[in-house]
């Protein structure tokens, strides 16, 4: 056997690596950098080895901001996917109705976060906002700018109005897929209603929930832009989430060391929970 | 267990019909008896899907009225009509076990478990489905699926019918076979009407004591498989049914006799109406033989089976088949054929003349 060997094609791979340094590499290596010394500007860097995490782990600043952020998370999880699944069904299969429910669900995916942060908060002023103003014409004594109850609910609210339509989309189109022989076979077995869903759209529908709560998890777990636009994390800490805490400390306060090792730490667990998740649910998926 | 009767059923997609190809079924009219093995032929788009699921109630039919034993059933549904459907793939509910999947039907009737148990064991030993029972429905290969949906169906005692859409089209072609053998036993065995729509003659011809053959939404023929292949009474059967089909040939009828070619044709049917648009005339090629005299055809091609041999000859009316033996010696270039009279028939408009 006289294989050719020719690693020349290696070459042609190079551009992949290089983008991926630049992109990803090299910005998540400045951060590992960062979180194992001190700096004080003009390059110099003093060696601190696992200071940083152990002072994150520790800090009761951090509990509460990850605190906060899982009960965000598991809170909008638990509205959203039993909302998007229910608006999906009711959604029609056929007919003008299609392209007119589409459309109005894409519209608030295409609206730019900051936006969407911008519009909530003008909606929900409660002196101008029509939200806000109607609540408290309503005898609700409402104002998310001072009370917190209030901020998060607003807050859940906005997530619950802008990203609702993702998990619908993909209800839809796993809905979609079902052939027509699935519901007749069931009204010709006599499954109820609750039986079709349990038996037959649910588990159709296994994959793109997934997909959806990973989503959504993820999404969720990192969000930003619109709780920055609309409460800026008050009042208070009361909506101070895991990345607006992060970006407080590393560009409000300039403790770059701490929150590089926060970054990492956030990383880690997005990344492991998205693991645990995935794996658990394709445990069984490998053997049809 | 029941008889059924279809009495002028039609059937349209549309809400508005202006005309006939804007039926999907029209005035099918059916008479089955209790505990017969029936098949519905005919090729993709004839109807045949329309009219079974107009039976099993999926579908509501535009006009005409459907009995089970004399007792009109048209405006119940599914449940209420006591019918299993076997569809063209495998339904199963994937989360359940192949256990759970046969006793949901008689789960959701609401019968006692033991009851329930002894039928599942019963159902699953019939389809050799035991050694699985407490698998995973959703881990089966496609051939024991549908054992599945099939068992689903035959759980329930009362069913007044059991039906199946193509249900081997998934279905591995050694494994058809034994599949349908399966049927035909389980047929004997339990007794119940069954209905079987298909494409496949061959399929429909094994399967069913009488065939019921559909093109464009209405029923050309019944009969039993034999009567299908020696008198088929639409040009359609004749085409459809045989490999190859029957030779349909442009003829001419003058005197009450029949004129293919310039030579006067004997035929199995007589006639006393002329006034057609089209007369034809219809031989299976298994009946046409080669003679001294007859028709002059030119041979353009021969081809061989193994088991016989399919000629391609061509006269100026069109071109003929003709079957024959492997032995049969085949003359090169020119031949005279003659049409065995018993198996020559006349249509007109595409329907037999009598």
């Known amino acids: 056997m006289n294989k050719t060997y020719n690693q020349k094609a290696w070459f042609f791979v190079v551009p992949v690596f290089v983008l991926v340094a630049f992109n990803a590499v090299v910005p998540l290596m400045t951060v590992v950098n960062y979180s194992f010394q001190e700096t004080f500007g003009s390059n110099v860097f003093a060696w601190e080895g696992t200071r940083w995490f152990k002072q994150i782990l520790h800090s009761e600043r951090f509990h509460a901001s990850l605190g906060r952020q899982f009960i965000f998370t598991f809170i909008i999880l638990l509205i959203q996917l039993p909302l998007g699944i229910a608006i999906a069904l009711t959604m029609p299969k056929k007919g003008w109705g299609v392209p007119v429910c589409l459309i109005l669900m894409s519209m608030p995916l295409l609206i730019p976060w900051n936006v969407v942060g911008a519009m909530w908060n003008i909606f929900a002023l409660p002196d101008i906002g029509f939200l806000g103003n109607s609540l408290n014409s309503l005898g609700f004594d409402y104002n998310f700018t001072q009370q917190s109850g209030d901020a998060w609910f607003t807050t859940i609210l906005m997530d619950v109005w802008h990203w609702t339509s993702l998990v619908v989309l993909l209800s839809y189109a796993g809905l979609n897929s079902i052939q027509p022989a699935y519901y007749q076979a069931a009204e010709i077995d006599g499954a109820s209603r609750w039986d079709i869903f349990r038996y037959i759209e649910l588990p159709k529908m296994k994959k793109v929930l997934t997909l959806a709560i990973l989503l959504r998890f993820m999404d969720s777990f990192m969000i930003y832009t619109e709780p920055f636009v609309l409460t800026g994390g008050g009042p208070g800490n009361a909506t101070n989430f895991l990345s607006l805490d992060l970006v407080k400390m590393a560009l409000g306060q300039f403790d770059l060391g701490p929150a590089a090792a926060m970054s990492l730490i956030y990383f880690l667990i997005v990344l492991l929970i998205c693991w645990v998740f995935y794996s658990l649910m394709m445990k069984n998926e490998g053997r049809t | ?354």
């Open chain 2, 1 to 354: 267990m029941a008889k059924i009767t279809l009495k002028e059923l039609s059937h349209s997609y549309l809400s508005k019909q202006s005309k006939d190809t804007d039926w999907a079924l029209r005035g099918v009219n059916i008479d089955w008896k209790d505990g017969g093995a029936y098949a519905l032929l005919g090729p993709s788009g004839c109807g045949k899907t329309t009219l079974l699921n107009i039976i099993s109630g999926l579908l509501k039919p535009t006009r005409g009225e459907i009995l089970f034993d004399d007792k009109e059933v048209t405006a119940l549904n599914p449940v209420e009509r006591d019918i299993a459907q076997i569809f063209q793939f495998p339904v199963i509910y994937d989360t359940m076990t192949v256990y759970e999947n046969l006793a949901f039907p008689l789960k959701n009737r609401g019968l006692s478990k033991t009851e329930i148990d002894s039928k599942v064991k019963e159902i699953g030993e019939m389809l050799e489905l035991t050694s699985t029972l407490n698998n995973k429905a959703a881990g089966l290969t496609a051939d024991g699926k549908q054992k599945i949906s099939l068992g689903r169906g035959l759980v329930r005692s009362d069913v007044n019918v059991i039906m199946f859409d193509e249900p081997l089209t998934v279905i591995d072609p050694h494994l058809k076979w034994v599949l349908r053998s399966k049927l035909k036993e389980l047929h004997q065995k339990i007794n119940r009407t069954m209905i079987y729509v298909t494409h496949d003659q061959i399929e429909a011809l094994t399967f069913a004591d009488e065939v019921v053959v559909m093109h464009e939404g209405q029923i050309v023929q019944t009969g039993t498989p034999v009567e299908l292949f020696e008198k088929p009474k639409h040009t359609f059967v004749g085409h459809f049914i045989g490999s190859p089909g029957m030779n349909i040939l442009p003829c001419e009828i003058a005197n009450g006799q029949i004129n293919f070619e310039g030579k006067i044709i004997p035929s199995n049917n007589s006639f006393k109406k002329t006034n057609f648009s089209k007369t034809q005339l219809g031989i299976r090629p298994e009946f046409i033989k080669f003679s001294n005299d007859g028709i002059k055809v030119k041979i353009k091609r021969v081809s061989d089976t193994g088991r016989h041999k399919v000629i391609d000859t061509e006269c100026s009316s069109g071109s003929i088949k003709i079957l024959a033996n492997t032995s049969t010696e085949i003359p090169s270039d020119s031949a005279h054929i003659t049409f065995e009279q018993k198996y020559t028939y006349i249509y007109g408009d595409d329907w037999i003349v009598e």
